[in-house]
């Protein structure tokens, strides 16, 4: 059974979310699951972020849960190398590939696309401040380095590219249709 684990990390309003929906789109239904950190944390477990919460644990399990299923499995989040980092490397050990992207944008490109999403209204700049934490790279990984130069048409594309190099559905595995 081949898996692949993509992870999208970045700052909020960075276009995480918006990219890991473009690339399930791209696949047959039932073949791509997104995890969303938000989702996990915000939603599901009405958690703050903090150091050894239980969406960190969650999360892992959802996605473990879709590699061991030969999924294509994308986990997205701000992902904060200190709280998320030992997490992430378990998955990037246990999945047969690995992908890793990471957004590097300035605190004003974040607020700016912040400003058009449907959001926007329930987190303020002083709020998005807090959270900011500029490039934190993964101290076990390369990440795929995105800027802001980089249009979500060509990331998506990058990303599905990368993935179909990568990922081979088992042989009992069908692909479903749309």
Known sequence: MVSVL?????????????????????????????????TVRRHMLRELDTPAAANVELIEHIAVWGLDRGLIVIVEGILDADRYGHMLERLTNSAARALHYAFDLSFEETLRRHASRPQSREFTPEQMAQWYHGWQP???????RIDASYRLEAIVNRIECDIRGAWRPHAHQRLRPE
């Open 6 to 38: 993509v992870v999208l990390r970045g700052n909020s309003g960075s276009g995480k979310s918006t990219v890991a929906r473009s690339v399930q789109r791209r696949f047959p239904r039932a073949n791509c699951l997104v995890v969303p950190q938000d």
């Open 138 to 144: 993964l101290s076990f990984v390369e990440e795929v």
